[in-house]
């Protein structure tokens, strides 16, 4: 068994929607100054870095991550690798060519490459699922949907005036779970993997940070 870390860590002014705020931490406690131990505090959104959103990250009145069944968290998965450009829609076709079709109950992971930009401003700007893909997945009845991308939707400066997330409402709306900004997913393309994605339960949560792993 080999595990594969597919988080990226976490850290002070680390990349983010624009919308977001910052990413901080300070330092309560240090050895250094003469505390006994050293103690540190992180101040961050839930929808930065690698995290799991809940449906109630968009459905009103939707589950938050900590009433989430635990069972929901691991599974199966599909790794489809998808080449696209910047603002350009990922396919049913695209990942069908990309990977094995993921049978009914499966996880979709998508590997388009772009987490090799993460600490670079060309990671706002990637491809996005297809609305049609989405629907896909709820018809496939795939419950779980992660991208090496920060969103699954279109890039924020590409969304027209009115965008109402369309991807999200699909997949959310449906109870298919979405994790964002997935890495290490190329060396695992075309596989399927045992994946464990088992986010912070946080009373009432729209997302939960996450430490998601691939068994292989």
Same mark, same amino acid.
Request: net charge negative; proline share 10%; glycine share 10%.
């Given at each position: 068994?080999?595990?594969?870390?597919?988080?990226?860590?976490?850290?002070?002014?680390?990349? &983010?929607?624009?919308?977001?705020?910052?990413? @901080?931490?300070? =330092?309560?406690?240090?050895?250094?100054?003469?505390?006994?131990?050293?103690? !540190?505090?992180?101040?961050?959104?839930?929808?930065? +870095?690698?995290?799991?959103?809940?449906? !109630?990250?968009?459905?009103?009145? /939707?589950?938050?991550?900590? #009433?989430?069944?635990? #069972?929901?968290?691991?599974?199966?998965?599909?790794? !489809?690798?998808?080449?696209?450009?910047?603002?350009? @829609?990922?396919?049913?076709?695209?990942?069908?060519? /990309?990977?094995? %079709? $993921?049978?009914? /109950? #499966?996880?979709?992971?998508?590997?388009?490459?772009?987490?090799? &930009?993460?600490? *670079?401003?060309?990671?706002?700007?990637?491809? *996005?699922? !297809?609305?049609?893909?989405? %629907?896909?997945?709820?018809?496939?009845?795939? $419950?779980?949907? /992660?991208?090496?991308?920060?969103?699954?939707?279109?890039?924020?400066?590409?969304?027209? =005036?009115?965008?109402?997330?369309?991807?999200?409402?699909?997949?959310? +709306?449906?109870?298919?779970?979405?994790? %964002?900004?997935?890495?290490?997913?190329?060396?695992?393309?075309?596989?399927?993997?045992?994946?464990?994605?088992?986010?912070?339960?946080?009373?009432? +949560?729209?997302?939960?940070?996450?430490?998601?792993?691939?068994?292989?």
């Amino acid at each position: 068994m080999t595990l594969v870390d597919l988080s990226h860590p976490l850290w002070a002014g680390m990349p &983010k929607i624009p919308i977001l705020p910052e990413v @901080e931490r300070h =330092q309560i406690a240090a050895i250094a100054d003469g505390a006994p131990m050293n103690i !540190s505090s992180i101040t961050l959104a839930l929808h930065v +870095g690698t995290h799991v959103d809940a449906p !109630s990250h968009i459905v009103e009145g /939707g589950t938050p991550i900590d #009433e989430l069944p635990v #069972e929901r968290f691991h599974g199966t998965a599909v790794v !489809s690798r998808v080449d696209r450009k910047p603002g350009e @829609e990922i396919t049913v076709e695209d990942v069908l060519a /990309g990977g094995p %079709e $993921p049978e009914r /109950g #499966e996880f979709l992971l998508v590997a388009t490459g772009w987490s090799t &930009k993460f600490t *670079s401003p060309e990671y706002g700007d990637h491809p *996005s699922l !297809s609305p049609a893909l989405a %629907e896909w997945c709820v018809e496939r009845g795939i $419950p779980f949907v /992660g991208v090496d991308m920060i969103t699954p939707d279109l890039p924020v400066h590409r969304r027209p =005036q009115g965008f109402d997330f369309p991807v999200h409402r699909t997949l959310l +709306g449906n109870d298919v779970l979405i994790a %964002e900004n997935l890495t290490h997913l190329d060396g695992l393309a075309g596989r399927r993997v045992r994946l464990l994605a088992f986010p912070l339960a946080i009373r009432g +949560g729209d997302a939960g940070p996450a430490r998601i792993l691939a068994e292989i």
